[in-house]
């Protein structure tokens, strides 16, 4: 079996250390109303564990109010942690549509520095009831938003599954991610499951022949919930052409569903 997480290992992730702010709101004023969104960035992970807990757990039912539907528009079914198959709790997190219009970094050996628009979509998959692998859904668009004619062009999209397996014998728990992608590759990305944050490292990657993007040779993708709405997405990766490791895009999301 190939070697899943080299890093754990390695120097690489001390660059990674990653500060969340976590903004915590007081009630001051007691008589506005509350908004209707959460106010504790573990609200997915809660809910997705025990429901009732929206019911019976005062700490949930206070700062969940989105994801236990206490108020607002009841929530897209795909998009439902309520609904979220036991085996994938752990990333409920990552459950919903996340957006950053221009915040995209992207960086290149060959061309300047520049910025871009993204949209990430994790849902519950079709599968999710009856599969013994449930899954979720990922698919994600990034345009660019530095044309002449000020009309975004959409550069990259991704689609795939993420998936949860848990090893027994080293009780942990690991996740997968395998993506097609619009520049003719595809990959299968493994990494470990920690809370509120997954690091994959890319263990397999098929690429069409006439792709105009250099091959890669390694690849970590970062995701980490800074807050209950905000996701930062990194990766990095070293090319044929590159031949070290190099920050590609960074991203912060903002959660604009649900
Ligand atoms: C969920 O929590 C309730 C109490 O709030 C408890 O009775 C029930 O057993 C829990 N369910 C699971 C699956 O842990
Ligand atoms: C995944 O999402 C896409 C786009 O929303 C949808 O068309 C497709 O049916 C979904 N597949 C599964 C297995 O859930």
Not at 83 to 104: D, T, Y
Not at 214 to 229: G, K, P, Y
């Amino acid at each position: 079996m190939i070697n899943r997480f080299p890093w754990s290992s390695s120097v690489y992730f001390c660059h990674l250390l990653i500060i969340s702010i976590v903004i915590f709101h007081t009630s001051s004023d007691a008589k506005i109303a509350p908004k209707c969104r959460d106010t504790d960035m573990n609200c997915a992970v809660w809910v997705a564990s025990n429901s009732s807990d929206c019911e019976n757990v005062e700490l949930v039912s206070s700062h969940c109010l989105r994801t236990c539907q206490s108020c607002g528009e009841p929530i897209d079914p795909k998009y439902d942690v309520k609904l979220l198959p036991p085996k994938l709790k752990s990333i409920a997190w990552m459950v919903g549509r996340w957006r950053s219009e221009f915040g995209g970094k992207a960086f290149f050996p060959t061309i300047p520095k520049f910025t871009y628009g993204e949209q990430v979509d994790i849902t519950i998959a079709d599968n999710a009831e009856d599969a013994r692998t449930p899954l979720l859904n990922y698919t994600a668009f990034a345009w660019d938003i530095n044309m002449p004619d000020g009309d975004p062009t959409e550069i990259h999209s991704e689609n795939g599954y993420i998936a949860i397996d848990y090893d027994k014998e080293q009780e942990k728990e690991y996740v997968s991610l395998n993506t097609a992608m619009s520049n003719g590759f595809m990959t299968i990305e493994e990494g470990e499951s920690g809370p509120n944050q997954v690091k994959f490292r890319l263990q397999r990657i098929g690429r069409i022949s006439f792709s105009h993007d250099s091959a890669v040779r390694i690849m970590f993708r970062e995701w980490t919930l800074l807050d209950e709405n905000r996701l930062e997405a990194r990766l990095l990766m070293t090319t044929t052409i590159t031949r070290r490791l190099m920050e590609h895009t960074a991203v912060i999301y903002k959660k604009i569903y649900p």
